[in-house]
């Protein structure tokens, strides 16, 4: 069988899950979806964009079935859970679709798909509970980095989010249970652990415990082979002075922090169902750099939200101006069916919302650009991702997570990936380091 995963961190975890299940039950696993007998198909459905790229994996998984070298096509994850039967009619041909919840059987529902010539499945699983255990992955991509997961769903109800209606409730994970997790992926050769969750200041608080995320930290850093953890999504009103100072004296977790803000106007965010203010988010940036000067900062933004004036616009701006965010995302609004904000008054033009995307982007491209210049010269702890040729290396330093931010091009190097180098940067791009390995360092 073979395997198409897509969407974000989360969606890999089950992707990862399910790949291990697929290899205990004993069927073959092919690296080339098109000499697979079934594809599965672990889907994203979040905003359109990602509907559409999964829309598109699932009719060319279609046309592999109909040209015969498919016999099997099964559709799971958000897109799934989230369209159920209707992708039915959406996309003529598939064999299965699965909910969420039935991740863990996976390799069943191929067997029986299999031996089933003419019906198809639908898994419903709308009263299953849908926080599972994942221990025992397929690690996809490099060995020495891996995601690990605190909890599913999310409580905000966001205005514009469709997450909560698709992965239902913020649940956490046991303190144990993901400490357990953690030691598993060190144990299997994992250095760096990335923290994640819809919002991981909430871990625990829907057990009645305080300040999780801080009893997590002080967990990893009990946990001998881990080098570095990094936290990601964390939500502003949850990141308390108690957690950036557990943060701050911490021997695991790394300087990075990634705080999706969305937008920084009062009336926008009320809008959104936000809590935050201006106000509030100046104060929160404000007491990060003061308690931890070297923190790095990732952000996430929303331009073109239904009402969106133009001085809006450039209060947002100015923000990112003040800020000087150290990486930025940033999605034009996407009306997303079901959503409170789809039937909002004042729906932003198309245009005026690309036109202010690229307005966004060009202005962090100026600041990452400034940035990394400022670097030039220092010498960097790095890990090794990948080998680019015999004597060059792509990796990272503490201040760039895998996949979604910049890398380091480190030259003279021969340190296989997951080995911490020292490299002195030599050269810089807006969204590239250019270093020199003045250091082959340890694994």
């Not at 974000?8 to 291990?20: F, G, H, I, S, Y």
Request: with cysteine; proline share 5%; aromatic share 6%.
């Amino acid at each position: 069988m073979g395997m198409i995963g897509l969407g974000c961190p989360k969606n890999q975890v089950d992707t990862e899950r399910m790949l291990a299940h697929i290899a205990q039950s004993g069927l073959v696993i092919s690296s080339d979806p098109e000499r697979a007998e079934v594809v599965v198909i672990n889907t994203c459905g979040f905003i359109r964009p990602a509907i559409d790229e999964s829309i598109d994996a699932i009719r060319w998984a279609m046309r592999l079935k109909m040209q015969g070298s498919a016999k099997k096509v099964i559709v799971c994850g958000c897109l799934a859970q989230r369209l159920g039967q209707g992708l039915f009619r959406k996309v003529k041909g598939i064999d299965a679709l699965v909910g969420l919840s039935y991740r863990d059987q996976i390799a069943q529902i191929i067997l029986q798909t299999l031996s089933d010539t003419k019906k198809r499945t639908y898994l419903d699983d709308t009263a299953r509970p849908l926080l599972l255990d994942d221990s025992i992955r397929v690690l996809v991509g490099p060995g020495h980095t891996a995601y690990l997961r605190l909890s599913e769903g999310c409580s905000h109800h966001c205005s514009f989010c469709t997450i909560p209606s698709i992965r239902g409730p913020h649940a956490s994970k046991p303190l144990k249970q993901v400490l357990q997790e953690a030691k598993h992926l060190v144990q299997a050769g994992v250095r760096e652990l990335i923290v994640i969750g819809q919002d991981i200041t909430a871990y625990l608080k829907d057990q009645g415990i305080k300040d999780g995320l801080v009893r997590l930290i002080e967990g990893l850093d009990r946990l001998d082979g881990l080098a570095w953890a990094r936290l990601m999504y964390l939500y502003p009103s949850g990141l308390t002075g108690t957690l950036i100072k557990a943060m701050a004296a911490s021997s695991k977790v790394v300087h990075y922090v990634d705080l999706p803000i969305q937008h920084v106007d009062d009336q926008i965010l009320k809008a959104m169902r936000r809590p935050d203010t201006a106000r509030s988010l100046r104060m929160l940036i404000e007491e990060l750099k003061t308690t931890i000067p070297d923190m790095i900062l990732r952000t996430t933004l929303i331009v073109g939200f239904p009402g969106e004036t133009q001085a809006q616009f450039e209060s947002l701006l100015e923000f990112i101006r003040w800020a000087r965010f150290d990486a930025l995302g940033c999605f034009p609004f996407y009306s997303e069916p079901g959503t409170p904000a789809a039937s909002l008054p004042g729906q932003v033009p198309s245009a005026t919302k690309r036109r202010r995307y690229d307005l966004v982007m060009k202005t962090q491209q100026q600041i990452a650009l400034e940035k990394n210049l400022a670097r030039i010269g220092s010498v960097l702890t790095c890990i090794v991702d990948q080998e680019r040729s015999r004597r060059t290396r792509i990796g990272r330093f503490y201040g760039q997570a895998p996949q979604i931010d910049s890398n380091c091009l480190i030259r003279n190097c021969h340190a296989k990936p997951g080995t911490f180098v020292k490299a002195k940067v030599t050269d810089a791009r807006p969204y590239e380091l250019v270093c020199d390995c003045v250091d082959q360092g340890t694994t």
